[in-house]
């Protein structure tokens, strides 16, 4: 994140001024008195310190590509996808669907995650050995390129 993000808000009305909140519903940066007002709206939006936000979380888009400004709120199971209403009840009404919150917990812990992590440590002891391999052979491949010469020497 850069270190004076400006209030996108503010930069529309071309002023600028130094964001400190985040408001997840808009995914924009935010000043203070325009984080109250995010906050004031009649549907209050979630404004948080801007601290409190990483640069991927800000770069992931919470809102639904094919249903414009239709929030992504759901977990589809079956397709491994997030999903808004509208695409729940379009097509995924016959699917296992979990709230998006309720799907993301435990994620670190899960067994996909542990799955990944074992599949990671064996490939890196595959690799270990095919290098050790490579440098032997290619240890004796300059052996016996010496020896050749040496014998081509004592040849000529």
């Not at 948080?48 to 770069?59: G, H, L, Q, R, V």
């Not at 589809?76 to 993301?104: F, G, Q, R, T």
Request: proline share 2%; glycine share 4%.
């Amino acid at each position: 994140m850069a270190d004076n993000e400006v209030c996108a808000g503010c930069l529309r009305d071309n002023e600028e001024e130094i964001a400190v909140m985040w408001c997840n519903d808009c995914e924009e940066p935010a000043c203070r008195s325009c984080g109250k007002a995010h906050r004031r709206f009649v549907i209050p939006h979630d404004v948080i310190d801007i601290k409190d936000i990483s640069n991927i979380s800000k770069t992931v888009s919470k809102i639904c590509k094919e249903h414009a400004g239709q929030k992504l709120l759901f977990f589809c199971v079956n397709h491994d996808k997030i999903l808004c209403p509208a695409c729940l009840s379009e097509s995924h009404k016959e699917c296992d669907i979990n709230h998006i919150e309720k799907a993301a917990k435990g994620i670190k812990d899960g067994s996909a995650l542990h799955d990944l992590k074992e599949r990671i440590h064996n490939q890196k002891s595959i690799i270990e050995k095919v290098k050790e391999e490579y440098n032997d052979l290619s240890s004796k491949i300059n052996h016996d390129n010496e020896q050749q010469h040496e014998r081509l020497k004592q040849l000529r």
